[in-house]
T-cell receptor, first 112, second 113 residues
């Protein structure tokens, strides 16, 4: 069963901020939110992760709502190379180890 | 960060045969994961592989179809057995590092004819 829901596709103008939403309404208190992206024919690439607080790194910002039921990935200045499928993921700690459950992903197209 | 190498990168196989996919990591890791990505779909976890113990399979995946080996802390194999065209997918190996990030191989693109 899917732990995250995302819009299937989005467009963004080059140079503008891309805001990608994700719903994870059943997330538990010890489950992290991760974002990965996958460019065609490559393995998924890590972007950012967080638990409760907003996070920022050199690639993106992650905004998590106070109730943790949703989050938004922000690419501040989208470039053509940011065209990819973006996955919002919940990491579930289990006895056998942490498991990453992928959502259906959002296909982001950056338009010149 | 962990560097993961998968072999083969792609293969075309006859139905009824088996293919073994290798995953090599450049550092020792406790857990290794195998995913399947069907055409146009997201990633689905097949199983979690611990060194020295049986792999743990997700619902819908069984050991007879996807046997996994984990002989040491840097290597694992996934076999896709008795293949049919429905097994045509990308198979990806993944590990989690101490920084709580998951790293993925480039995948093995399997086509069954």
């Amino acid at each position: 069963d899917a732990k995250t829901t995302q819009p299937p596709s989005m467009d963004c103008a080059e140079g503008r901020a891309a805001n990608l939403p994700c719903n994870h309404s059943t997330i538990s208190g010890n489950e992290y939110v991760y974002w990965y992206r996958q460019i065609h024919s490559q393995g998924p690439q890590y972007i950012i992760h967080g638990l409760k607080n907003n996070e920022t790194n050199e690639m993106a910002s992650l905004i998590i709502t106070e109730d943790r039921k949703s989050s938004t990935l922000i690419l501040p200045h989208a470039t053509l190379r940011d065209t990819a499928v973006y996955y919002c993921i919940v990491r579930v700690p289990l006895n056998t180890g942490n498991q990453f459950y992928f959502g259906t992903g959002t296909s982001l197209t950056v338009i010149p | 960060s962990a560097v993961i190498s998968q072999k083969p990168s792609r293969d075309i196989c006859q139905r009824g045969t088996s293919l073994t996919i290798q995953c090599q990591v450049d550092s020792q890791v406790t857990m290794m994961f195998w995913y399947r990505q069907q055409p146009g779909q997201s990633l689905t976890l097949i199983a979690t592989a611990n060194q020295g113990s049986e792999a743990t399979y997700e619902s819908g995946f069984v050991i007879d179809k996807f046997p996994i080996s984990r002989p040491n802390l840097t290597f694992s194999t996934l076999t896709v057995s008795n293949m049919s065209p429905e097994d045509s997918s990308i198979y990806l190996c993944s590990v989690e590092d101490k920084g709580l990030k998951a790293f993925f191989g480039q995948g093995t693109r399997l086509t069954v004819v």
